[in-house]
């Protein structure tokens, strides 16, 4: 999964005691903009929740739940070489 800094994660049956009425929305529709926030169903059963204003596309008709500077593909850049030294091996 790629890293994200402000959304907020939680499976949906434990959403449903909280706000049923949200919960049963999510389960028809899989997307909701309320109260300026954006809430998106996964096909995995998790219910993502992002204040729009912090989305890369904030508008209520986008269904997009990402973030401005998301790194897509955080396992590549794990094992990508850095071209760094060992301290000791740096000569002053």
Not at 48 to 63: G, I, M, Q, S, V
Request: charged letters at 35%.
């Amino acid at each position: 999964m790629a890293k994200r800094l402000y959304t907020q994660f939680c499976r949906l049956d434990e959403l449903e005691p909280w706000e049923p009425e949200l919960f049963r929305r999510l389960k028809e529709e899989g997307f909701v903009f309320q109260n300026g926030v954006k809430y998106r169903l996964t096909k995995r059963g998790y219910v993502e929740r992002l204040d729009a204003f912090l989305c890369k596309h904030p508008e209520p008709t986008n269904k997009s739940v990402a973030e401005p500077d998301q790194e897509k593909h955080l396992a590549r850049l794990i094992g990508q070489p850095l071209n760094q030294r060992k301290l000791l091996d740096v000569k002053p």
